[in-house]
């Protein structure tokens, strides 16, 4: 069985997903190819002890897989990047 630091690389650090983060409640990560939303909704929920509402996952064009997290309204994405060191 995967850990969910074999989904999960890394967050993504960039002014539009720290801007995210602020306005949006999402957090975004570069996870592995392989992932679906489903294991990357589990990964993040078991990682970070929140309630994941939404996934979207693009490839860029550098052939990384991102991940836009979107948590429900009880959790606050700010307080999990804080403890990344995304802010």
Do not use: C
Not at 2 to 25: A, C, F, G, Q
Not at 45 to 51: H, L, N, Q, Y
């Amino acid at each position: 069985m995967e850990s969910p630091m074999d989904i999960i690389k890394y967050p993504h650090l960039t002014e539009k997903s720290v801007s995210m983060v602020e306005e949006e409640n999402k957090l975004v990560f570069v996870v592995s190819d392989s992932a679906n939303k489903n294991k990357i909704k589990w990964a993040v929920e078991k990682e970070f002890g929140v309630d994941v509402v939404n996934v979207n996952t693009l490839n860029t064009m550098k052939g990384n897989k991102k991940a836009v997290v979107q948590l429900s309204e009880d959790d606050n994405a700010i307080d999990i990047a804080t403890r990344l060191g995304m802010l």
